[in-house]
């Protein structure tokens, strides 16, 4: 059994920064792509920034320049560091890793860790 659990939320000024950190446990078959999803209050959930096994990186035009997802794969890890974070990033942040190239696939989300920005 995976499970993917979040750490480095919390509350920070406007103009600060965080850095999100996605572990996962278990056994991880293959080399997924990783990714930052977030979910503010009332709105649907939104890809925030990917990163595939190749290392290739994609970002929401939102927090690009602000926002760099890296990872390490001999840890099973995924980051996110946040900088000159606005009150519009205030959600909750998970991690997803997902592999559909080889058997077995699969899908995994994190609980989920709240960034707040606000002053």
């Known amino acids: 059994q995976v499970q993917l659990v979040e750490s480095g939320g919390g509350s920070v000024q406007p103009g600060g920064s965080l850095r999100l950190s996605c572990a996962a446990s278990g056994s991880i078959f293959s080399i997924p792509t990783m990714g930052w999803y977030r979910q503010a209050p009332g709105k649907q959930r939104e890809l925030v920034a990917t990163i595939t096994s190749g290392g290739s990186t994609d970002y929401a035009d939102s927090v690009k320049g602000r926002f760099t997802i890296s990872r390490d794969n001999a840890k099973n890890t995924v980051y996110l560091q946040m900088n000159s974070l606005k009150p519009e990033d205030t959600a909750v942040y998970s991690c997803?890793?997902?592999?559909?190239?080889?058997?077995?696939?699969?899908?995994?989300w994190g609980q989920g860790t709240q960034v707040t920005v606000s002053t």
């Open positions: 997803n890793y997902r592999q559909y190239t080889t058997l077995p696939f699969y899908n995994y």
